[in-house]
């Protein structure tokens, strides 16, 4: 292990933002982690760095997790448990499970970030999330250093929602994540969004497993920026669920507000329509700015710091409450 002192984060977050950190450290076992937590107290976990916005320099150590490996721990006629140290690339680790023609995941292709962040999202794309397949994950216990198994029930997933950004936030550091996946008769989710209309335009009729992903990688190519090109954590912002009395009070002023059922009493409204509509898609606020193409991605085009960026999400968040009366919250953490 080598620690790092004044260590500039920009190449560690997706934004691309050139904060620093006091001290940084990159560990590449769970013996290397649990080390380096006995001696520090004072710690800050850095995963794949996509799902965060960094706004100051980190004064606390970094532990950057590193841990590699991909194995089968169980196999039977239908099914296949893959684990996935927490380090794994997670686009990397989705393409190698389509390699072997293990179902599941294929709509979660292309989303950035690294294996051991999904479950703490509950990270999900065009009809899919990671509880679908989640089976369970360890995790080492930060004051104590002892490693635990959380199954999917323990986990208590909720949209973009779990046990880890709640009661367990900060107490556990995830190592890896055990996937149950399908190894034939797979259940290919083609009915979200826009998959089907990309199948049809490559007159695909029958879609594998890599078809699936290969349009969903075609769709998100075309929506979202390439954040090694143009600095963005992917979707800024949870779609709101609101009540449908809410929803309802919105409608009378927009009757074009699109939204989808989640209960009897709520729906879902699409944040990206609300900041489209409110007038910030593809604005720019010197280096921050809003995408042309997307309007829940929030960009740095080169030197925007992370407060620069939060001023914009927070401006966009007063306006659409003004207008339609709906609270956005971000997705993103904000640091």
Request: hydrophobic share 40%.
């Amino acid at each position: 292990m080598i620690f790092e002192s004044d260590f500039s984060l920009k190449n560690y977050n997706t934004f691309g933002i050139n904060a620093k950190a006091n001290q940084f450290v990159a560990v590449h076992s769970k013996e290397e982690l649990a080390s380096v937590l006995q001696n520090h107290n004072d710690i800050f976990i850095l995963g794949g760095g996509s799902n965060m916005l960094l706004t100051r320099n980190i004064e606390k150590l970094v532990i950057h997790v590193a841990l590699k490996g991909i194995e089968i721990v169980d196999t039977n006629e239908d099914f296949v448990w893959v684990k996935a140290n927490a380090g794994e690339n997670w686009h990397e680790f989705v393409l190698y499970c389509i390699e072997k023609n293990y179902g599941g995941i294929e709509n979660l292709s292309l989303i950035p970030g690294n294996v051991g962040t999904t479950p703490i999202q509950n990270i999900g794309a065009y009809g899919v999330e990671i509880k679908d397949t989640f089976f369970c994950c360890e995790a080492m216990e930060i004051a104590t250093q002892k490693l635990v198994t959380f199954d999917k029930e323990s986990c208590v997933f909720g949209y973009r929602e779990s046990i880890f950004k709640n009661e367990l936030k900060n107490k556990y550091i995830i190592t890896s994540v055990t996937f149950k996946l399908t190894k034939k008769n797979h259940y290919l989710n083609t009915s979200y969004g826009a998959i089907e209309t990309e199948l049809n335009t490559q007159n695909i009729t029958s879609p594998t497993l890599k078809d699936i992903s290969n349009a969903v990688i075609a769709i998100r190519k075309s929506k979202l920026p390439d954040p090694k090109e143009l600095g963005n954590s992917g979707s800024f912002f949870k779609n709101p669920i609101v009540s449908k009395s809410s929803y309802e009070k919105a409608k009378a002023n927009y009757p074009e507000i699109p939204h989808y059922p989640i209960s009897d009493t709520e729906v879902k409204v699409p944040a990206g329509w609300l900041i489209e509509q409110a007038g910030f898609k593809g604005k720019r606020f010197g280096d921050a700015g809003i995408h042309k193409n997307q309007a829940l991605v929030l960009v740095n085009y080169g030197t925007a710091t992370g407060a620069e960026i939060l001023a914009v999400a927070k401006e966009i968040q007063q306006a659409i409450f003004e207008k339609f009366g709906i609270a956005i919250e971000a997705e993103v953490n904000i640091i």
